[in-house]
Nanobody
Framework: LQLVESGGGLVQPGGSLRLSCAAS????????IGWFRQAPGKEREGVSC????????KYVDSVKGRFTISRDNAKNTVYLQMNSLKPEDTAIYYC????????????????WGQGTQVTVSS
């Protein structure tokens, strides 16, 4: 399974971005998906995750009400809609896939993308 993120960039505070994570080599049907981020000098943290059907979705407190995770299994793609962005959201964002459809915000995933940079600045 290979994962490739896209959609990052520079945005002003209060703006929006939608990150995409396209999978290849295997279907995502049996994987939970997570989004993580790592800011300079900080540890990687779990931002959001969801199970295959979307029945379980989790968010770290700092993004609740602003970020939305979704997936299109037909396109083998996962998304992270980020609204009301803040400077503290600046980080490299990674998507990851976890077999057995377990949604956790811990660093316990089986496949990772290469990351996409998100910078929130005026």
């Amino acid at each position: 399974l290979q994962l490739v993120e896209s959609g990052g960039g520079l945005v002003q505070p209060g703006g929006s971005l939608r990150l995409s994570c396209a999978a290849s080599g295997s279907t995502l049907d049996y994987y939970a998906i997570g989004w993580f981020r790592q800011a300079p000098g900080k540890e990687r943290e779990g931002v959001s995750c969801m199970t295959t059907s979307g029945g379980i979705r989790k968010y770290v407190d700092s993004v609740k009400g602003r970020f939305t995770i979704s997936r299109d299994n037909a396109k083998n793609t996962v998304y992270l809609q980020m609204n009301s962005l803040k400077p503290e959201d600046t980080a490299i964002y990674y998507c990851a896939a976890k077999i057995f459809n377990v949604c956790v915000l811990r660093d316990e995933y089986d496949a990772w993308g290469q990351g996409t940079q998100v910078t929130v600045s005026s």
